[in-house]
């Protein structure tokens, strides 16, 4: 077990409820993903690779297909909302958050996206 997670004071969870609220709110605009960044809810792995993202890539067109993405595990859960009531997970290490949100916007062209960076 890893000690590096830290722990959800009651601040933060409320925090995190109302990012969400915020983040559905603005997502329900049509065209407008809206990101929720918060720390991994539990031990996850990385999910970043360098496969071609997109229904074109790889993990989109086989299913199940597995890749040597990071090796690394999670310290973000990258909450992606995109309408209403959907909503993606992507697990992130540390090292790969900054390719985020250039990635995403090579999957939705032309979506207005807002970050709600959170934990600040
Ligand atoms: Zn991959
Ligand atoms: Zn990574």
Redesign the pocket.
């Known amino acids: 077990m890893s000690n590096r997670r830290k722990l959800r004071a009651p601040a933060h969870v409320a925090a995190a409820d109302q990012a969400f609220a915020y983040a559905r709110d603005l997502s329900s605009e049509p065209g407008t993903a809206t990101v929720v960044l918060d720390y991994a809810a539990e031990d996850r792995q990385c999910s970043w690779?360098?496969?071609p993202p997109g229904l074109y890539g790889?993990?989109a067109l086989i299913p199940g297909y597995t890749?040597d993405?990071c090796p690394l595990p999670a310290d973000y859960d990258v909450h992606l909302l995109v309408g209403t009531p959907d909503q993606a997970l992507i697990p992130i290490c540390r090292g790969h958050l900054p390719g985020v949100q250039p990635f995403l916007a090579e999957v939705f062209p032309g979506a207005a996206f807002s970050l709600e960076q959170h934990p600040s």
């Open positions: 690779c360098d496969c790889p993990h890749c993405g």
